[in-house]
């Protein structure tokens, strides 16, 4: 009887010890100052760095958290369920970067997922051996990307990283087709680009194509001044016309103004016309007019004007008697009727037409002499004699040159010429004649 009481005893006793005993958890960590916490209602305490022995009593439930800033945290809940020691080697390998973006409209994204906006402070997870493109988006500001990378023999990850949205973008389109967009003088695209704006700076945009007037705008990201757009739509309406000349020296007029010689750059605005005239002495005056209008033939992008010869001009002399009154005085050993038929004869010698001849009042016109040139210029001449003074004996003499460049003027049509300072050489000799044979 003693015996079996001694037995009971045994056996309660080792229950009550199989009851009692409790379970040992051991962590070692890499890295090795990773710290341990123990969670308990939504609160983290925390218990060492690197190693620690954890001890689970019967029906008690531990989570543990490992974590080290700029790695995922491992999180583990342990209960007791037998008593053996388990040994939780925790290593931790994936990297986090904590992310802050600003403004607070922009938008996070990590490989092209929505990640999180502005303002918040967002984890990106980096598994072992794998990279994360990141990028901050906002409207009207350019993207920023960041790589980061948990491989060997690679940069490491940063722990945080504050970016900021601050250089602006102006998406900018133009037409028509075949533009380029240069900012600062650099290509930065077609007919449209991204033109980026950097922060506390100014930059200019221009935008052309051959044939057109190019377009410019300055864009500056500075806070006293206004922020540029976000879309910049930019149509090339006025056109550009490059006239060259031949002569080189030709002068350029457009609308009755002179703007230059050889070379011009001819702007024409949307919905106008513009009148060119190339001229110089010697070559006939060249007339053209250019219209930037719908509905009519585009200018040309350039246009090489060649001046003919004028034939009038190779066919006369520059002359100081040209419509002007000279007089000359007659030699007093000549009487009053020698004189007159003198000055009638080398008139008549040039002229086959005397409208009016009288020797009593000294008056003398002859009729129009009318010269026609392959390029449609009309020249006429006449010579008038009058009688300027009687003691001494003088006759004022005026050979009258006019040019008409109407093509098929008539002699009578008065309107259509205009003094010439030139003669033909077939009357360039007449006034020193008259001169020398009377004086």
């Not at 199989?18 to 040992?24: D, E, F, L």
């Not at 990283?161 to 900018?172: G, M, S």
């Not at 075949?178 to 033109?195: H, L, N, P, R, Y």
């Not at 350029?252 to 513009?274: F, H, N, P």
């Amino acid at each position: 009887m003693k015996r079996l009481q001694f037995l009971i005893v045994v056996l309660i006793m080792s229950c009550a010890s199989s009851m009692t005993a409790q379970k040992k958890v051991i962590f070692n960590t890499v890295p090795s100052d990773a710290e341990i916490f123990l969670e308990k209602n939504n609160e983290f305490t925390l218990l060492a760095q690197g190693y620690y022995e954890l001890k689970i009593g019967a029906d008690e439930v531990y989570t543990i958290k490992v974590w080290k800033e700029g790695f995922e945290p491992f999180v583990k809940t342990y209960t007791k369920t037998n008593n053996s020691v388990l040994t939780e080697n925790v290593v931790l390998v994936n990297r986090m970067v904590k992310i802050v973006a600003s403004p607070v409209s922009a938008e996070v994204y990590a490989d092209n997922i929505y990640a999180g906006k502005g303002g918040e402070e967002i984890d990106v997870l980096i598994k072992y051996n794998t990279m994360v493109n990141v990028e901050v988006r906002g409207e009207g500001y350019r993207t920023i990307r960041r790589s980061y990378y948990n491989m060997e023999n690679t940069e490491k990850p940063p722990v945080k990283e504050n970016l900021e949205l601050a250089d602006r973008l102006v998406k900018v389109i133009a037409d028509p087709p075949g533009c380029e967009i240069t900012v600062d003088g650099k290509i930065a695209g077609g007919t449209s680009a991204e033109v980026v704006v950097p922060k506390g700076e100014c930059i200019t945009m221009k935008v052309s194509k051959d044939g057109f007037a190019p377009v410019e705008k300055s864009y500056c990201n500075k806070p006293e001044m206004g922020m540029p757009p976000v879309t910049e739509q930019i149509s090339l309406k006025d056109r550009i016309i490059q006239i060259n000349t031949t002569p080189e020296d030709a002068a350029i007029r457009v609308d009755g103004r002179a703007v230059g010689k050889g070379s011009y750059s001819l702007l024409v605005k949307r919905d106008q016309c513009a009148e060119i005239e190339v001229m110089k002495d010697g070559f006939d005056t060249n007339k053209k007019s250019y219209c930037n209008k719908a509905n009519m033939s585009e200018p040309p992008v350039t246009d090489h004007i060649r001046l003919a010869e004028d034939e009038a001009w190779l066919s006369s002399i520059r002359s100081d008697q040209a419509n002007v009154n000279f007089s000359i005085p007659v030699n007093s050993n000549l009487s009053d009727e020698a004189a007159w038929k003198i000055i009638g004869q080398i008139v008549m010698e040039k002229f086959d037409v005397i409208e009016i001849s009288d020797p009593v009042t000294g008056y003398l016109r002859t009729a129009w002499n009318v010269k026609l040139f392959g390029n449609g210029k009309t020249i006429r001449t006449r010579c008038i004699v009058k009688l300027g003074n009687t003691n001494p004996l003088r006759y004022v003499i005026k050979i009258v040159s006019e040019e008409s460049i109407v093509p098929g003027t008539s002699v009578k049509e008065d309107e259509n010429f205009k003094e010439w300072d030139r003669l033909l050489n077939a009357y360039k000799d007449i006034i020193s004649e008259i001169q020398a044979r009377i004086s």
